[in-house]
C-alpha cells in the first residue's frame, strides 16, 4: 500500500514538472538589478547602454527599484530593449527568481 502511495506521488509530480515546462511566463529584472542613474535627464541606464546613451556628469550607480520610485525613465531605445522581459516556461522562471539559473540582468 505504501508503494504504491510513493508511486501516485512521484507520478504526480513527474506531471507537474513536465506541465511547468509548457506553461509560459515572463521573467522581468529584479528592482535590484543595477542600473545607472541619469539626474540631469531624470532618467536611468542599463550598463551596456552607457555609451550610446551620451550622459552628463550627473550620474550614480544604482538600483532599477531606485529608478522607479524616483520615476525616472528609460534613457532611449537601447536600455527599454535591455529591460524587456524574457519568455520562458514556468519552471525555467521559477528556476531564475531561484536564483539557480541565471537572468540576462544579473552580470550587470
Known amino acids: 500500500m505504501k508503494k504504491r502511495m510513493w508511486e501516485i506521488i512521484i507520478a504526480i509530480v513527474g506531471m507537474i514538472v513536465v506541465i511547468g515546462f509548457f506553461i509560459p511566463a515572463e521573467t522581468t529584472p529584479s528592482a535590484d538589478t543595477r542600473i545607472i542613474l541619469e539626474h540631469t535627464k531624470k532618467t536611468y541606464i542599463a550598463p551596456p547602454c552607457f555609451k550610446q546613451s551620451n550622459p552628463t556628469n ?5 538600483t532599477l527599484g531606485e529608478a522607479n520610485e524616483l520615476n525616472y525613465k528609460a ?6 530593449n535591455a529591460f ?3 519568455d ?16 540576462k540582468w544579473d552580470d550587470w
Open 88 to 103: 520562458d516556461s514556468l519552471l525555467m522562471n521559477l528556476f531564475k527568481n531561484m536564483g539557480i539559473v541565471a537572468k
Open 84 to 86: 524587456k522581459s524574457e
Open 75 to 80: 534613457n532611449g531605445t537601447c536600455t527599454k
Open 58 to 62: 550627473n550620474l550614480a550607480d544604482s
